[in-house]
């Protein structure tokens, strides 16, 4: 596993820099391309260890290239035509894909096998994939000690009732709500418990699905959505806000900052406007600039004394949020992201483990229940860092511990670069632009620094 050191900023940012294009809307049009009849294109496609995965399963299902490049995809879909895989379907750690995959099966008239790796199995995945079975589908659990496996025998004559479980994740609502347009009936989908975590993401397929012809009907209980399939389009991938969360994050760790973002192109997500207004809060001043496409951050004053955010819906930048607190000049407490646990690591208990190793005052929130919900930081800190940080094997873990590691007064070694293929691949490209310094090592951290 290569570890990399990153070092204090001990200056002023600056710079122009650049953010991948969002890689939730890139595996929604993923999806939505293949369940279309006709040619749709894909413009700005956004790369990712987990799109990539997506788009070769995707492939398998019947998704042909029509033409790829730098810029632009044009595809053909296969539409109710879905043919059956053949070959296992891998999709690594990547939960989405798993839960995504598993609606594409429904829809094939034979075997499809899913296989995660070991991390998978310690995520709740199996339990909420009841929908198959309800919707006329089934599946058996075949997973090994090392592996996650699901066999799905899929139908063509789905549709019917069906309750799902948002408490945690919308990823299993969202895969149903896909699949649901190319069911033989209509799927009524009851959402369990109370509203959804991550909400935004579930209105995010809702409206991409509608725009392309999609008949999905909010109701009392949760969503119907009657048989209609999916017209073409021509999709136009915004950029990623939860990448560009570890940029914003410099911003706020650094002595001071006024930076860049390059061709930006931001998109009507309620977790990107939410996550916007609680930089805002925080004392990152973002303005964007439609004409030259760029997006300015700049370091201010945060809005008040004590600021509380609601997380649960924006949990892929709750980990940023954990680094950027203890460096505001603010009591700051981030509540409602007890779901952020049953991520790919409990994102939340290893942020405030790590972040307290790096001599960051942090503690946890708790709910009634005794479970962690969020963290509660002081006041701007000056952590002594000098310590080997564990990102779990995580991406979004290893960035947000960068991020916090900027703002220490000696360098911290971080492992898992590898893992940043999985969102943002070229993020130590994009912050060595705007003047922060790493190195990779495997030697000894004793001798390092």
Same mark, same amino acid.
């Given at each position: 596993?290569?570890?990399?050191?990153? +070092?204090?900023?001990?200056?002023?940012?600056?710079?122009?820099?650049?953010?991948? =294009?969002?890689?939730?809307?890139?595996?929604?049009?993923?999806?939505?391309?293949?369940?279309?009849?006709?040619?749709?294109?894909?413009?700005?496609?956004?790369?990712?260890?987990?799109?990539?995965?997506? /788009?070769?399963?995707?492939?398998?299902?019947?998704?042909?290239?029509? !033409?790829? *490049?730098?810029?632009?995809? +044009?595809?053909?879909?296969?539409?109710?035509?879905?043919?059956?895989?053949?070959?296992?379907?891998?999709? %690594?750690?990547?939960?989405?894909?798993?839960?995504?995959? %598993? @609606?594409?099966?429904?829809?094939?008239?034979?075997?499809?096998?899913?296989?995660?790796?070991?991390?998978?199995?310690?995520?709740?995945?199996?339990?909420?994939?009841? /929908?198959?079975?309800? #919707? @006329?589908? *089934?599946?058996?659990?075949?997973?090994?000690?090392?592996?996650?496996?699901?066999?799905?025998?899929?139908?063509? *004559?789905?549709? @019917?009732?069906?309750? &799902?479980?948002? $408490?945690?994740?919308?990823?299993?609502?969202?895969?149903? #709500?896909?699949?649901?347009?190319?069911?033989?009936?209509?799927?009524?989908?009851?959402?369990?418990?109370?509203?959804?975590?991550?909400?935004? =993401?579930?209105?995010?397929?809702?409206?991409?699905?509608?725009?392309?012809?999609?008949?999905?009907?909010?109701?009392?209980?949760?969503?119907?959505?009657?048989?209609?399939? =999916?017209?073409?389009?021509?999709?136009?991938?915004?950029?990623?806000?939860?990448?560009?969360?570890?940029?914003?994050?410099? &911003?706020?760790?650094?002595?001071?900052?006024?930076?860049?973002?390059?061709?930006? =192109?931001?998109?009507?997500?309620?977790?990107?406007?939410?996550?916007?207004?609680?930089?805002?809060?925080?004392?990152?001043?973002?303005?964007?600039?439609?004409?030259?496409?760029?997006?300015?951050?700049?370091?201010?004053?945060?809005?008040? $004394?004590?600021?509380?955010? *609601?997380?649960?819906?924006?949990?892929?930048?709750?980990?940023?949020?954990?680094?950027?607190?203890? /460096? &505001?000049?603010?009591?700051?407490?981030?509540?409602?992201?007890?779901?952020?646990?049953?991520?790919?690591?409990?994102? &939340?208990?290893?942020?405030?483990?790590?972040?307290?190793?790096?001599?960051?005052?942090?503690?946890?929130?708790?709910? %009634?229940? @005794?479970?962690?919900?969020?963290?509660?930081?002081?006041?701007?800190?000056?952590?002594?860092?000098?310590?080997?940080?564990?990102? +779990?094997?995580?991406?979004?873990?290893?960035?947000?511990?960068?991020?916090?590691?900027?703002?220490?007064?000696?360098?911290? #070694?971080?492992?898992?670069?590898? !893992?940043?293929?999985?969102?943002?691949?070229?993020?130590?490209?994009?912050?060595?632009?705007?003047?922060?310094?790493?190195?990779?090592?495997?030697?000894?951290?004793?001798?390092?620094?």
């Amino acid at each position: 596993m290569t570890k990399v050191r990153v +070092h204090p900023v001990e200056f002023a940012l600056k710079g122009e820099s650049f953010v991948p =294009y969002s890689k939730p809307h890139m595996q929604r049009a993923i999806i939505l391309s293949l369940l279309t009849n006709a040619p749709s294109s894909i413009i700005n496609p956004g790369w990712s260890s987990e799109a990539a995965g997506l /788009f070769e399963a995707a492939r398998q299902f019947g998704l042909r290239v029509l !033409h790829q *490049d730098e810029q632009k995809l +044009h595809l053909d879909g296969a539409g109710k035509s879905l043919r059956a895989a053949s070959g296992v379907i891998p999709v %690594a750690g990547s939960a989405f894909n798993f839960r995504s995959v %598993a @609606g594409l099966a429904c829809l094939v008239p034979g075997e499809t096998v899913i296989e995660g790796n070991t991390s998978m199995r310690s995520r709740p995945v199996v339990e909420h994939l009841g /929908f198959i079975r309800d #919707l @006329g589908g *089934d599946f058996e659990d075949i997973s090994d000690d090392a592996h996650l496996r699901i066999r799905i025998r899929g139908s063509r *004559d789905l549709g @019917g009732e069906t309750a &799902v479980d948002t $408490r945690h994740s919308s990823q299993v609502l969202t895969s149903v #709500l896909l699949a649901a347009p190319l069911a033989a009936r209509p799927v009524d989908i009851a959402v369990a418990g109370h509203q959804p975590v991550g909400e935004g =993401y579930v209105d995010l397929t809702v409206e991409m699905m509608r725009e392309q012809g999609a008949d999905v009907e909010r109701t009392a209980t949760g969503y119907r959505v009657t048989p209609s399939g =999916y017209l073409s389009r021509v999709h136009h991938i915004a950029s990623d806000f939860t990448a560009l969360s570890y940029l914003a994050g410099a &911003v706020a760790t650094a002595p001071d900052a006024d930076i860049t973002v390059r061709d930006h =192109y931001p998109s009507r997500l309620s977790s990107e406007l939410e996550f916007f207004e609680a930089l805002d809060q925080l004392g990152v001043e973002t303005t964007h600039d439609p004409v030259t496409k760029t997006l300015r951050l700049r370091r201010t004053d945060p809005a008040a $004394r004590r600021i509380e955010i *609601d997380g649960s819906n924006i949990p892929t930048v709750t980990p940023t949020l954990a680094a950027i607190v203890p /460096f &505001v000049d603010a009591e700051v407490t981030v509540r409602g992201v007890a779901h952020v646990n049953n991520h790919k690591c409990r994102r &939340v208990d290893v942020m405030i483990a790590e972040l307290q190793r790096m001599g960051c005052d942090i503690k946890p929130v708790y709910r %009634a229940d @005794g479970a962690v919900d969020g963290f509660t930081s002081t006041g701007r800190q000056h952590p002594e860092g000098g310590v080997e940080l564990d990102s +779990h094997g995580d991406h979004r873990i290893f960035m947000s511990l960068a991020t916090a590691a900027l703002g220490a007064r000696r360098p911290s #070694l971080i492992d898992g670069l590898e !893992h940043l293929r999985a969102s943002f691949p070229d993020y130590l490209d994009a912050m060595a632009l705007l003047g922060t310094r790493t190195d990779s090592t495997t030697a000894a951290f004793e001798t390092a620094i």
